[in-house]
């Protein structure tokens, strides 16, 4: 029983590249999101998902996409990744409205 | 819209010390309060919430509506209790979007 899981942990982009970061969770968790972690900053809710085949859009939207294809998956996505959305993100999912469960987090770097 | 302020970015106590992290609050409505933890390489993870009104590894804390504050405390400090503390608000009727607070990171000293 893994949890929640994101891949890729790392990664390095140059300004301009696009990425997805792929989130995946085993608990049947009807509720995903994606947060964005910076120092002094806190988490801050990018996008989430309260079922397959929805999204919405959280506190910091703006250069991110999203796709819930399936219920177990939940994808970021980069179009044109900038400096400023250098940081680390987490996924995370819940049953309903409760208990948050995060993965462990991806490192993105945009140089 | 709503504000979760932890006020301290470090705190260092002395195993055996008091602990209280600050937290306060800006909702015009009921929310729902929480705090997460974050230990050493490990997933950010629930410690509590004020619902249960459990003690959980010693902690507590207490949602005071008048002050708007859910301030984490425990009477005596562990080494094990380092990490990072967040403070998060759910709004009435907001589905789960959590707004956290900046974290509070909590060193415990020997």
């Known amino acids: 029983n893994a949890g929640v899981t994101q891949t890729p942990k790392f990664r390095v982009l140059k300004t301009g590249q696009s990425m997805t970061l792929l989130c995946a969770q085993d608990m049947n968790h009807e509720y995903m999101y994606w947060y964005r972690q910076d120092p002094g900053m806190g988490l801050r809710l990018i996008h989430y998902?309260?079922?397959?085949?929805?999204?919405a859009k959280g506190e910091v939207p703006d250069g991110y996409n999203v796709s819930r294809l399936k219920k177990q998956n939940f994808l970021l996505g980069l179009e044109s990744a900038a400096p400023s959305q250098t940081s680390v993100y987490f996924c995370?999912?819940?049953?309903?409205?409760?208990?948050?469960?995060f993965g462990e987090g991806s490192r993105l770097t945009v140089l | 819209a709503q504000r979760v302020t932890q006020p301290e970015k470090l705190l260092s106590v002395f195993k055996g010390a008091p602990v209280e992290l600050k937290c306060n609050y800006s909702y015009s409505g009921s929310p729902e309060l929480f705090w997460y933890v974050q230990y050493s390489r490990q997933r950010l993870q629930l410690l509590l919430r004020?619902?249960s009104r459990e003690s959980i590894k010693g902690f507590t804390a207490d949602l005071n509506k008048g002050e708007t504050s859910f301030h984490l405390k425990k009477p005596f400090a562990q080494e094990e209790d380092s990490a990072m503390y967040y403070c998060?608000?759910?709004?009435?009727?907001?589905?789960?979007?959590?707004?956290f607070g900046t974290g509070t990171q909590l060193k415990v000293e020997l």
């Open positions: 004020h619902i």
């Open positions: 998060a608000l759910q709004p009435t009727g907001g589905g789960n979007k959590l707004t």
């Open positions: 998902s309260v079922g397959e085949g929805t999204t």
């Open positions: 995370a999912s819940s049953y309903g409205v409760g208990e948050l469960f």
